[in-house]
């Protein structure tokens, strides 16, 4: 039967997790398919977007000391009048820059149109860019007949020329640029590479880092290569800026531009060429020639940022999603919640500082969608089976006979969750005073009582059995410690543990598998009595705890104390005995007496026939009364009052007045003055008294004296009843208080008795919480002492 529940049990929880297996896979599967579309789709590209910009945001340096721009402020539109300016005022600019022999000067002013009213401007121009012969000039794209063209600088101007192109995304942010763009045939590089490659060798633009997974054609025929992602050194005004303004009027310092890249554009407001950046600030946007710096700066430290590349983003994104749905299956809902916050923390921190510190870009939000959708989605579902199981199960308890049946007037009606956990509340409220019930009737078993499992591992001892085997129990209420063995009890309480031992093994071999196959259910094998360390006799027994399915659900064990009904069975005994001999024998001498009567040739005279009988009836009847009042004595409830001492003491010797007179024995009595309150059984005490002071006189000789004192003590009150007879060896005193126990039956002229005087004595003082003690020696007299409680 253990086998079959065993196996009904794996199959009900193998068949519990694959199912829950098989949920958190669909679960798993679905959201990494939601979170694959989510990438594949771009549907949270403006959510990475945001994550950019913050990690753009948050990587600052230093801007090149080698970039300048020459600013057309609102200063310097004041100052010379309104834009566009006469391009001798361009002429004029560049000649003072050139002046200081700059690197470069990038002039981003669009001069795709000669001044028709001022032609000798465009002269004077062309002079002066001649003149400088390191400047560089921006092309136009617009639209035109047939398409997109591309409006060069005024011919004859013979500069470097760049596309000054900037890509403005979705949200209208401008975050990069591409190096080179154009017709097929026509393609330019950006002005900033334009800018950066001037007087020096040929560097094909594709050399610098960049991203090719942008590249792009429009139906148009415009290409787009080579994506430069700008990692803005800082918010607008980070580069050096000096005003047209200051550079006419000369006050700028002597070489001021000597070795540098000069960059003369617009960032007056109105002009228009202003594009929000991802370190814009309160909605100020940065002037397109700033771009350009930035872009410069990039491309002369080759630190564009890049795309992760799409191995690694996978694993980036996938990753954590996986790791999120394992803690939800693996751990608890609170470490798997924290598990997932780590993990939405990780990975948006991944994100930014991949920016900050590698120039490598990763859209995080597949993946933070993913984890965040794991853990609530996952928790529903668990709560669903949570509350389907609660369900199930309550609905199997509240119809389960007994304890646990819930009444029909309390039971919770609805299946949402607070009902539910009311419900459950009630339940684990009965369940706990069910507990309660079943440990206080352990606690109340008066034998030492375990419970252990099928290998011997003791799981619940009640008190007794804890003062029984101490340190073996020791540390059973220790949850973290291993749980005692019942062998290592069975040792410390039996000296000779070896039947005790051989006991355990067919206990549960009886209820192991190999007991539980059988045909008919398993007997538990009868106890076995051994003996303790104290000699006191101990019955060990053992019977199996069923579960509500028949199965062993555990073993208990008892150790009882049998010393009572060993003592019992030796009283039966000695009743017996007493009954068989020492009642028997006086009927039996009175019957061969009427029989020996009954023969004329040998028939006693009448009185000494009368004489006989009568010494037999009332040897008969002294047996009865001492084996009564021994009976009383031993009555399991006795009616104690508070009384005199003294006064039991006077009523004792008071009986025995005329016995003592009659032995020519002086019976003498001392009683202290001080009170002598006691709480005692009047009629049994007084009998014990008697009974000592009978016993003296009887062994006393004539002439002697009988001494019955009374006088406290430190343990209460003492009673002395002290003789001069033949007195007791020490080697009789250890039977003199056992049943039936005569010392001078042999002796010649040795006084009647039933051996049961003394046994009442000691019955009845200890029955009042005192002892007994005796002092004497052969032929010194005997003193008996009474100690009793106050």
């Known amino acids: 039967m253990a086998t079959s529940l065993a196996r009904l049990t794996a199959r009900l929880l193998g068949g519990y997790q694959r199912r829950t297996l098989v949920e958190w896979g669909m679960l798993s599967a679905a959201v990494l398919a939601l979170v694959t579309a989510c990438a594949l789709l771009q549907w949270s590209e403006r959510a990475d977007k945001a994550v950019y910009d913050l990690s753009v945001a948050a990587q600052h340096h230093a801007a090149s000391d080698d970039i300048v721009i020459v600013a057309i402020d609102d200063p310097s539109i004041s100052a010379i009048g309104r834009w566009p300016w006469r391009r001798w005022v361009l002429a004029d600019l560049i000649e003072r820059i050139a002046a200081d022999a700059p690197r470069v000067i990038g002039v981003d002013v669009i001069l795709s149109e000669p001044d028709q009213l001022h032609p000798e401007d465009d002269r004077a121009l062309a002079a002066s860019m001649a003149s400088a012969g390191n400047v560089v000039l921006p092309a136009l794209a617009e639209a035109g007949q047939g398409g997109l063209l591309v409006r060069y600088p005024l011919t004859g101007l013979g500069s470097e020329v760049g596309h000054i192109n900037i890509a403005v995304d979705l949200d209208g942010i401008a975050r990069e640029i591409f190096l080179q763009e154009g017709l097929q045939g026509r393609q330019l590089k950006h002005f900033s590479a334009a800018m950066v490659g001037f007087g020096g060798p040929e560097r094909p633009v594709s050399t610098y880092r960049h991203d090719d997974e942008a590249n792009s054609q429009g139906a148009d025929g415009w290409t787009r290569r080579y994506r430069l992602r700008v990692p803005f050194a800082g918010p607008p005004g980070t580069f050096r800026q000096v005003s047209v303004l200051d550079v006419l009027g000369g006050r700028l310092p002597r070489d001021f531009f000597r070795g540098k890249s000069v960059l003369v554009g617009a960032t007056a407001s109105g002009l228009g060429d202003v594009f929000p950046?991802?370190?814009?600030?309160?909605?100020?946007?940065?002037?397109?020639?700033?771009?350009?710096?930035?872009?410069?700066?990039?491309?002369?430290?080759?630190?564009?940022?890049?795309?992760?590349?799409?191995?690694?983003?996978?694993?980036?994104?996938?990753?954590?999603?996986?790791?999120?749905s394992l803690a939800s299956l693996m751990l608890t809902p609170r470490n798997a919640l924290l598990v997932t916050v780590v993990l939405l923390a990780g990975t948006l921190g991944a994100s930014l500082l991949l920016v900050v510190f590698g120039h490598l870009w990763f859209a995080p939000a597949s993946a933070l969608v993913g984890c965040s959708l794991v853990y609530p989605l996952w928790s529903w579902r668990r709560q669903e089976a949570a509350l389907q199981f609660l369900t199930d199960e309550l609905g199997q308890l509240e119809q389960e006979p007994g304890l646990l049946a819930m009444p029909a007037g309390e039971r919770e009606s609805g299946r949402n969750l607070d009902t539910r956990m009311r419900a459950v509340y009630r339940m684990t409220t009965r369940l706990r005073d069910l507990r309660q019930f079943l440990a206080d009737g352990l606690e109340g078993l008066p034998e030492a009582t375990v419970i252990c499992d099928s290998g011997g591992h003791v799981l619940l001892a009640n008190r007794s059995g804890l003062m029984l085997a101490p340190r073996a129990l020791a540390k059973l209420s220790d949850m973290s410690a291993p749980r005692p063995d019942i062998r290592e009890l069975i040792r410390e309480v039996f000296p000779q543990p070896k039947a005790g031992l051989e006991y355990w093994d067919q206990l549960r071999s009886a209820f192991t598998d190999g007991g539980a196959g059988q045909a008919q259910p398993a007997q538990a094998p009868p106890g076995v009595e051994l003996d303790a360390r104290g000699q006191q006799p101990m019955l060990l027994r053992g019977a199996p705890l069923r579960s509500d399915t028949g199965g062993v659900a555990g073993l208990i064990v008892s150790v009882i104390d049998i010393t009572q009904v060993r003592v019992a069975e030796r009283r039966r005994e000695e009743s017996l005995r007493f009954i068989s001999h020492d009642m028997r024998s006086p009927q039996a001498s009175i019957l061969a007496l009427i029989d020996l009567q009954n023969e004329p040739g040998r028939a006693l005279p009448e009185g000494a026939l009368l004489a006989r009988i009568a010494e037999h009836a009332s040897r008969t009847l002294e047996l009865a009364d001492d084996f009564i009042r021994l009976a009383r004595a031993e009555a399991p409830h006795l009616n104690f009052i508070e009384m005199d001492l003294a006064g039991v003491v006077l009523d004792a010797t008071d009986e025995l007045w005329a016995l003592a007179s009659a032995a020519r024995i002086e019976l003498k009595l001392e009683v202290e003055e001080e009170p002598s309150q006691v709480v005692a059984e009047p009629v049994l005490l007084v009998r014990a008294i008697a009974n000592l002071v009978s016993n003296a006189i009887k062994f006393s000789p004539p002439q002697t004296t009988v001494t019955v004192r009374l006088y406290r003590v430190p343990q209460g009150l003492a009673i002395d009843v002290t003789d001069q007879g033949p007195g007791i060896a020490l080697e009789d005193q250890g039977r003199l208080f056992q049943p039936f126990a005569r010392l001078r039956d042999a002796e010649r002229d040795a006084p009647a008795g039933s051996g049961l005087g003394l046994v009442f004595v000691k019955t009845v003082v200890e029955r009042h919480g005192g002892e007994i003690r005796l002092t004497s020696a052969a032929g010194a007299g005997a003193t008996f002492t009474i100690i009793l409680p106050c």
């Open 277 to 324: 950046t991802p370190v814009s600030r309160t909605g100020h946007g940065m002037s397109g020639v700033e771009i350009i710096a930035n872009a410069m700066q990039t491309l002369q430290r080759d630190s564009a940022i890049l795309t992760l590349p799409r191995p690694w983003f996978w694993l980036c994104t996938l990753l954590p999603v996986l790791l999120a």
